[in-house]
């Protein structure tokens, strides 16, 4: 009955490519069975909801591509490699605390710039947990294995920055206990004004269910908007106040906005091989733009000794934008 | 080998074969001096099942009983399986029913 | 004339498999049809024996040369085959 | 201490709830995808994580983990496992690899789904742990097998069955698609944490990782072991949920779900576990029975984690009981009988001295499922092997996808349902009983059989079914692992006695 078959060199539909696969090829691509049959994702359910949701929000998006398959990593992360890299990150980030919690660090900072960190650094773990929802959104709705999984690892690194902004609020609270720290976050997330833009965005974001414009809204609007002010402006601000420990962490979070800022742009590109895209993908950006301009606005605002944050923010998350050919 | 346990309303972890395997088995029986403790070699992996629903391991014993510093969460390197709930500490994790 | 597949449970097999018979042929060619699937192969024969074809949950097997169109079986209903 | 412990800050980091104000609560959690319909709004900030881990605790363990697991796979390649373990072992790994490694992934899209709809902010947390332990599991168990896809063709179905109509894989992805694709968050979370993980995959996973011990095959020893201990931490997502529907009124409903979910992953690992457990491993490896793994694993394990909680066994204990003596003998006699549409060469596993260790562990085995193998051993010695495999398919139940089997003379049996209109077969009363609780879910599935009679599949005899399966193009057809020497010794007992 059975027929002498060759043995392969890799996977079959690895073999069409020259070269010997690489690790992230092996184990990455190719992965999304459900992808198959473009009208029935699934053996059961078929006129489920969730056979609906994924042929409207996946199958059927305005975005197309004939090999979405085709997409690659920039920075060709596996699952063990991104521990790696992670872990090594976070050593150096334990470093940064103990060494400064050592120096006693958080007993020098002044109290106007510990009023800051209550209003703009603290409740920060909220926008985190919107970015680390709508990054797992993504992952579960992409329509290729290697766009998955880097929403998968964006997705985990903004648990790794909640995590250590949690971590911060304890730490603040114990130097400076009347300041509300760990007690005013949720207060101040949904009421303060400093924070509405990006609350409006990122919940308006995370009910936007076609992929492909969840993924502008997030990766090309949203995302970018919140590391500008949060990373860098913050940063700065935490500069000019003798907060070193802040513009170090802020550095350290940077990688971790690269990374995702080159996928992004992989990913974009990829979308932009078909030229019928353009036109939509721009629209996204324009219609996404307010939002993530108004919310640098209503943040920058309140940065102390920072008063050109929000032109440097708006302006930097254009230029990411204009790098991407979508001007919004 | 028997599939039912000699021990009443058994807890405790589920651990592949090695050293820490060997030192964990040892730390049940100093950190629940009051129950009985029964270790099952299978081969690849050791059953450590502690007898009345609950079954304490802390970091200190296990350290003397590895003679190195060991951080709580390593323990899941080690760890496929256990039975009962979990409670996770960093200097003590605790099964129980 | 139409091809109609049953399922077929013979006894001391361990498997019901699907057997495809005519609406014009009797118990006997359902029975042999059956056997050709499963004596031999799955089942030791028993030479001299009749095999005889029941409905799955009935008593009485069908007279011999009931036909299938007559039978009222449908499609992948399941039969039962057994050495008298 | 300079640097806090993680119960410090913990509950710092999972308090994230907060009150939408551009969108409603039922916008920004459907109900179809967060599921826990009727539960109290203000139930979801009590959900406490059993299994607590950090981020940077995470990272760090989990890079000790890959960094134990693929050293093995390289000291171990010198061992050159391919050529030197039992053929049967490595039919062993070409259905493990070909089963499991693409559905452990897609349950990385089952976490990334809790992380986005769960309703309550800790499990939110520890499921992105849960999504990047499955990729894990998806990506180390392509790199393994790729390995081998150079020495033989039969290893591309690691990557390529979830893609076939390959019989098993029809199966596979039925399962995997109803427990974990398309059920709303705390649903899927009773199916795939609490059933699956909880309770199945450690029979797979640390049960069949001390044969491999055994086979001498140390690197899948460890490699499944290892991936059990990231299950071991995310099943603990589904228990605290449980609670929360038992003690807000909805018990039954619980109990249901983790009764259709208990059954199905229970006939899964019939083929799965069952059959390479008692049938593939070497003898010599061959120490523990599947139902002995059960006995051990679920009927007490698992059941006491049922217990604890309030639940009670399913209603079909008696059933499931019997079923785990018997069900996957069946299924080892229909795998092996059409071993032309396997992906890996099934062992027979029935030798004279594994029939007496068959009998020792499932007394009245020879009498029964022995009886066919005589018959399948006669053909083999009297070289018809033209008759060893069957010229017609097995009828296949509409809800496992497996061949409907029984022990012979005695359970063998078709468990019927015509439902608007078309007729619909089972494997089992819990089967129909699965099936008929919720028939829109299930009516629209055609399995291999429908097609076939359905014209789905040209030319409509065995070749062409072979052909619509995979075999001959994805990878070669199933043959006997051990190129039939095992009718060896039966071939001498017919000399001697003759």
Request: proline share 5%.
């Given at each position: 009955m059975?027929?002498?078959m060759?043995?392969?060199k890799?996977?079959?539909?690895?073999?069409a490519?020259?070269?010997?696969?690489?690790?992230?090829e092996?184990?990455?691509?190719?992965?999304?069975w459900?992808?198959?049959d473009?009208?029935q994702?699934?053996?059961?359910?078929h006129?489920?909801?969730?056979?609906d949701?994924?042929?409207?929000y996946?199958n059927?998006?305005?975005i197309?591509?004939?090999?979405?398959g085709g997409?690659r990593?920039?920075?060709?992360?596996?699952?063990?490699?991104?521990?790696i890299?992670?872990d090594?990150?976070e050593?150096?980030?334990?470093?940064l605390?103990?060494?400064h919690?050592e120096?006693g660090?958080?007993?020098?900072?002044?109290?106007e710039w510990?009023?800051?960190?209550?209003?703009?650094?603290?409740?920060?773990?909220?926008?985190?947990?919107?970015?680390?929802?709508?990054?797992?959104y993504?992952?579960?709705?992409?329509?290729?294995?290697?766009?998955?999984?880097?929403?998968?690892?964006?997705?985990a690194?903004?648990?790794?920055?909640?995590?250590?902004?949690?971590?911060r609020?304890?730490?603040?609270?114990?130097?400076?206990?009347?300041v509300?720290f760990?007690e005013?976050?949720?207060?101040?997330?949904?009421?303060?004004?400093s924070w509405?833009?990006?609350?409006?965005?990122?919940?308006?974001?995370?009910?936007t269910?076609?992929?492909?414009?969840a993924f502008v809204?997030?990766?090309?609007?949203?995302?970018?908007?919140?590391?500008e002010?949060?990373?860098?402006?913050?940063g700065?601000?935490a500069?000019?106040?003798?907060?070193?420990?802040?513009?170090l962490?802020?550095e350290a979070?940077?990688?971790?906005t690269?990374?995702?800022?080159?996928?992004?742009?992989a990913?974009?590109?990829?979308?932009?091989?078909?030229?019928s895209?353009r036109?939509?993908l721009?629209?996204?950006v324009?219609?996404?733009?307010?939002?993530?301009?108004a919310?640098?606005?209503?943040y920058?605002?309140?940065l102390?000794e920072?008063?050109?944050?929000?032109q440097?923010?708006v302006g930097a998350v254009?230029?990411?934008?204009?790098?991407l050919?979508?001007e919004g | 080998?028997?599939?039912?346990?000699?021990?009443?309303?058994?807890?405790?972890p589920?651990l592949?074969?090695?050293?820490?395997?060997e030192?964990v088995?040892?730390?049940?029986?100093?950190?629940?001096p009051?129950?009985?403790?029964e270790?099952r070699?299978?081969?690849?992996?050791?059953?450590?099942?502690?007898?009345?629903?609950?079954?304490v391991?802390?970091?200190a014993?296990?350290e003397?009983?590895?003679?190195?510093?060991?951080?709580?969460s390593?323990?899941?390197?080690?760890m496929s399986?256990?039975?009962?709930r979990?409670?996770?500490?960093?200097?003590?994790?605790?099964?129980?029913? | 004339?139409?091809?109609?597949p049953l399922?077929a449970?013979?006894?001391?097999?361990?498997?019901?498999?699907l057997v495809?018979v005519?609406s014009?042929?009797?118990?006997?060619?359902?029975?042999?049809?059956?056997?050709a699937?499963?004596?031999?192969?799955?089942?030791?024969?028993?030479p001299?024996?009749?095999?005889?074809v029941?409905?799955?949950?009935?008593d009485?097997?069908y007279?011999?040369?009931?036909?299938?169109?007559?039978?009222g079986?449908?499609?992948?209903?399941?039969?039962?085959i057994y050495?008298? | 201490m300079?640097?806090?412990?993680?119960s410090?800050?913990y509950d710092v980091?999972?308090?994230?709830e907060w009150t939408?104000?551009?969108?409603?609560w039922?916008?920004l959690f459907p109900?179809e995808?967060?599921?826990?319909e009727g539960?109290?709004?203000?139930?979801w900030?009590?959900?406490?994580?059993?299994?607590k881990?950090?981020?940077?605790?995470?990272?760090?363990?989990?890079?000790?983990?890959d960094?134990g697991?693929?050293?093995v796979?390289?000291a171990?390649?010198?061992?050159d496992?391919?050529?030197?373990?039992?053929?049967?072992?490595?039919?062993?790994?070409?259905?493990?690899?070909g089963?499991?490694?693409?559905?452990e992934?897609g349950?990385?899209l089952q976490?990334?789904?809790?992380a986005?709809?769960?309703?309550?902010p800790?499990?939110?947390?520890m499921?992105?742990?849960?999504?990047?332990?499955?990729?894990r599991?998806?990506?180390?168990?392509?790199?393994?097998?790729?390995?081998y896809?150079?020495?033989?063709?039969?290893?591309e179905?690691?990557?390529?069955?979830?893609?076939?109509n390959?019989?098993?894989?029809l199966?596979?992805?039925h399962?995997?698609d109803?427990m974990?694709?398309?059920?709303?968050?705390?649903?899927?979370?009773?199916?795939?944490?609490?059933?699956f993980?909880?309770?199945?995959?450690n029979l797979?996973?640390?049960?069949?990782?001390?044969?491999?011990?055994?086979s001498?095959?140390y690197?899948f020893s460890?490699l499944?072991?290892s991936?059990?201990?990231?299950?071991?931490r995310?099943?603990?997502l589904?228990?605290?949920l449980l609670?929360?529907?038992?003690?807000?009124?909805?018990?039954?409903k619980?109990?249901?779900?983790?009764?259709?979910?208990?059954?199905?992953s229970?006939r899964l690992?019939?083929?799965?576990?069952?059959i390479?457990m008692d049938?593939y491993?070497?003898?010599e490896?061959?120490?523990?029975?599947?139902?002995?793994f059960?006995?051990e694993?679920?009927?007490?394990?698992?059941m006491?984690?049922l217990?604890?909680?309030g639940l009670?066994?399913?209603?079909?204990?008696?059933?499931?009981?019997r079923?785990?003596s018997?069900?996957?003998h069946?299924q080892?006699?229909g795998?092996?009988?059409?071993?032309?549409t396997?992906w890996w060469?099934?062992?027979a596993g029935?030798?004279p001295?594994?029939?007496?260790?068959?009998e020792e562990?499932?007394p009245?085995?020879?009498?029964?499922?022995?009886k066919?193998?005589?018959?399948?051993?006669d053909?083999?010695?009297?070289g018809?092997?033209?008759?060893t495999?069957p010229?017609?398919?097995?009828?296949i139940?509409?809800?496992s996808?497996?061949?409907?089997?029984?022990?012979?003379s005695?359970?063998?049996?078709?468990t019927?349902?015509?439902?608007?209109?078309?007729?619909?077969?089972f494997?089992?009363?819990?089967?129909k009983?699965?099936?008929?609780?919720n028939?829109?879910?299930y009516r629209?599935?055609?399995?291999?059989?429908?097609?076939?009679?359905?014209?789905?599949?040209?030319?409509?005899?065995l070749?062409g079914?072979?052909?619509y399966?995979g075999l001959?193009?994805i990878?070669?057809?199933?043959d006997?692992?051990?190129?039939y020497?095992?009718?060896?010794?039966?071939?001498k007992?017919?000399?001697?006695?003759?």
């Open positions: 059975s027929t002498p060759k043995p392969l890799t996977w079959s539909h690895l073999t490519r020259r070269r010997k696969p690489s690790e992230y092996i184990v990455s691509t190719n992965l999304h459900h992808t198959r473009a009208e994702p699934w053996e059961v359910g006129n489920g909801f969730m056979a949701f994924y042929r409207k996946r059927q998006s305005p197309t591509h004939s090999d979405w997409f990593d920039p920075d060709e992360l596996v699952y063990r490699t991104y521990n890299l992670q090594g990150q050593t150096y980030v334990d470093g605390l103990d060494q919690n120096e660090h958080d007993r020098g900072l002044p109290p510990t009023a800051s960190l209550l209003q703009l650094y603290t409740p920060s773990r909220y926008l985190l947990h919107t970015i680390q929802m709508a990054s797992a993504l992952m579960h709705m992409s329509p290729a294995s290697t766009i998955s999984n880097c929403a998968a690892f964006q997705a690194d903004s648990l790794r920055w909640l995590s250590r902004v949690a971590y609020t304890v730490e603040l609270a114990k130097t400076h206990p009347d509300g760990g005013r976050e949720r207060e101040l997330w949904e009421d303060h004004p509405q833009g990006f609350r409006e965005l990122m919940e308006r974001q995370l009910t269910f076609d992929w492909a414009e809204a997030l990766n090309v609007v949203a995302k970018p908007a919140a590391d002010v949060l990373l860098r402006q913050l700065i601000s500069r000019r106040n003798g907060d070193t420990l802040h513009a962490l802020t979070a940077w990688r971790d690269e990374r995702s800022r080159r996928w992004t742009v990913l974009v590109n990829h979308m932009l091989e078909e030229e895209n036109e939509q721009t629209s996204w324009r219609k996404w733009q307010p939002l993530g301009v919310a640098i606005e209503a920058a605002a309140g102390p920072n008063d050109e944050g929000a440097q923010a254009k230029s990411f934008q204009r790098q050919g979508l | 080998m028997s599939a039912t346990s000699s021990v009443s309303r058994p807890v405790g589920i592949q074969s090695g050293d820490v395997a030192a088995a040892d730390a049940a029986k100093v950190d629940n009051d129950s009985n403790v270790v070699d299978h081969g690849a992996y050791v059953r450590v099942e502690v007898d009345g629903g609950e079954c391991l802390r970091r014993t296990i003397e009983e590895l003679g190195r510093p060991f951080k709580m390593e323990l899941e390197i080690i399986s256990f039975t009962g979990i409670d996770t500490g960093n200097d003590e994790i605790r099964f129980y029913r | 004339m139409a091809t109609i399922a449970n013979f006894d001391g097999d361990f498997v019901l498999k495809p005519d014009e042929n009797t118990m006997d060619d359902v029975a042999a049809a059956a056997a699937n499963s004596v031999g192969i799955h089942v030791a024969d028993q001299g024996r009749t095999l005889r029941k409905k799955q949950g009935t009485t097997p007279a011999r040369d009931t036909t299938v169109a007559d039978s079986l449908e499609p992948t209903e399941c039969i039962e050495f008298e | 300079a640097l806090m412990e993680r410090e800050w980091a999972r308090d994230t939408p104000r551009y969108v409603t039922e916008e109900p995808l967060s599921g826990g539960l109290p709004d203000d139930v900030r009590t959900y406490d994580e059993p299994y881990i950090s981020y940077r605790e995470y990272v760090d363990v989990q890079r000790q983990k960094a697991a693929y050293s796979q390289a171990l390649e010198r061992a496992i391919y050529n030197n373990a039992d053929p049967a072992w490595i039919s062993i790994l070409k259905e493990h690899y089963a499991v490694a693409l559905v992934y349950a990385a976490e990334a789904r809790f986005r709809w769960c309703k309550a800790g499990l939110r947390n499921a992105v742990f849960g999504m990047l332990d499955e990729m599991h998806g990506q180390i168990q392509l790199y393994f097998p790729h390995e896809v150079k020495k033989d063709r039969q290893f179905w690691s990557h390529a069955s979830m893609f076939s390959n019989w098993v894989s199966g596979a992805r399962f995997f109803d974990l694709m398309t059920r709303d968050m705390v649903s899927t979370s009773f199916c795939a944490n609490f059933s993980e909880t309770g199945f995959t797979q996973f640390i049960g069949l990782s001390g044969d491999a011990a055994n001498g095959d690197t460890k499944i072991q991936i059990q201990t990231d299950e071991a995310h099943a603990q589904g228990t605290p609670q929360m529907m038992i003690e807000n009124g909805q018990r039954d619980a109990q249901k779900e983790i009764d259709i979910s208990f059954w199905r229970y690992f019939t083929i799965l576990s069952g390479p049938y491993v070497p003898l490896a061959r120490h523990t029975s599947f139902k002995e059960m006995e694993w679920i009927v007490t394990q698992f006491r984690e217990e604890d909680l009670s066994k399913p209603w079909y204990w008696d059933i499931f009981m079923d785990i018997e069900h996957h069946g080892q006699l795998t092996y009988s059409w071993r032309p396997l060469n099934p062992a029935v030798s001295e594994e029939r007496d260790w068959l562990k499932y009245g085995w020879n009498d029964t499922f022995g066919v193998w005589d018959v399948m051993i053909n083999f010695v009297n018809r092997t033209e008759k495999v010229g017609t398919l097995p009828m139940c509409n809800l996808q497996l061949p409907i089997v029984g022990t012979p005695q359970t063998l049996r078709d019927s349902v015509v439902y608007k209109g078309r007729r619909y077969h494997a089992s009363e819990v089967d009983w699965i099936f008929e609780d028939p829109e879910r629209y599935q055609k399995n291999l059989v429908d097609r076939f009679l359905g014209g789905d599949i040209e030319p409509a005899d070749g079914v072979l052909e399966m001959g193009s990878g070669p057809s199933g006997d692992a051990h190129g020497s095992w009718v060896e010794s039966y071939r007992q017919l000399a001697d006695a003759g």
